[in-house]
């Protein structure tokens, strides 16, 4: 199983599409929501004897544990005891990678993934979380490469209407400087009803969408020019799935196989579900990860026509409603035309392999390791 360990609400960045906007907007419920009960005594950092979560996790036969936060290196002393101490063989980290200089190098290399928030090119990186942070957050990436860490090291953006898809993906993607060897995205569709306010709609038809196609395009086109598939998270695991002819429930895993443990030990099916009392699914003085329950996507998700390439988006959209029915059509439209895109390539990609250019084992990636797959 799959846990995101959350160690502490606090951060050292507010960045304009996080923090800063969740302290200057309303209430993002949506009229169907369902009502929610927040946990008001939900403490702000891990305030639980760590050996109970050693022994939650010594029943779990193969546990992963992702720290994660607000920004989890803020408690750099946590992240070292649990790695030295805890009886888990993989670890991974979700991190704005501001921090990563303050942990030692063996437990940075005991790490198999770390996700770094990174937004595309210098001045768009900067632009959304603050003025020096793509420089700093470039050495530290060299610094633990120089340091002899070798997993998978993921750039994860956010793409908001200032971001061009394309180059974003392109520049960290094509930089030999940079060293990630995997690439996600998580679209700022912004669990609210504020797409109104903002040009995304315009965004999304004369850039975001064509952009995708072009990009899965150019995906394709490096397989058969260099025998190579990249790891681009919203491509390599739904392509997979199309070519075993798999069907996937919720592709983050929430709800299912990957899990949220808070800071006072309670147990939540996603990380961004924090302190939403009526999904406690436990504690770790005494669940069993074997035997967690799991949550269904609902909503309209479950009649979708592509609900089964899809999984259902969002555990937490399904629940919370936050857009209205222009809305959901506007981010269900992004999932269609990526879905559209990669059927498109589809019989180019079974050529490649049948040719023997690429080979199907060339698709396999680290499952639920943060990346949330669909944008």
Known sequence: MFFHLILTDDCNLCCRYCRAKAFAEEDADGPDAVPVEIDEDLAPDLNYDPE????????????????????????????????????????????????????????????????????????????????????????????IRANGYRGELIARMTVTERTDIVDAVRYLAENPDYSFTSIHWQMDANFSRDLSHRRFAEWVDKRYNPGIRALVKAWVDDMEQNGKVRRWYP?????????????????????????????????????????MKQYYLGHIADANPQYLPRIPVGGECPACRIRTFCGGRCLYSSIMQPWNQTGRQLVCGTVENLRDALMDELPRVRALIASGRIHLPDFAHEKFNGCEIIP
């Not at 994660?68 to 408690?75: A, W």
């Not at 805890?86 to 996700?115: C, E, H, K, Y």
């Not at 919720?250 to 939540?268: E, V």
Request: contains cysteine; neutral net charge.
């Open 52 to 143: 109970l979560l050693y022994r939650f996790l010594a029943r779990d036969p193969s546990p992963t544990v992702t720290f994660y936060g607000g920004e989890p290196l803020m408690r750099p002393d946590l992240v070292e005891r649990i790695v030295r101490e805890a009886p888990v063989q993989r670890f991974m980290i979700q991190t704005n990678g501001l921090l990563l200089d303050w942990l030692a190098p063996d437990i940075v290399n005991r790490f198999s993934t770390i996700l770094v928030s990174l937004d595309g090119r210098k001045a768009l990186t900067d632009e959304n979380r603050g003025a020096g942070v793509f420089s700093r957050v470039m050495a530290n990436v060299k610094k």
């Open 235 to 275: 491509f390599v695991d739904p392509m997979e799935d199309l070519l075993y002819g798999r069907e996937s429930l919720l592709r983050c895993g929430a709800g299912h196989a990957n899990y949220a443990i808070m800071t006072d030990g309670h147990i939540a099916p996603c990380p961004v579900m924090i302190g």
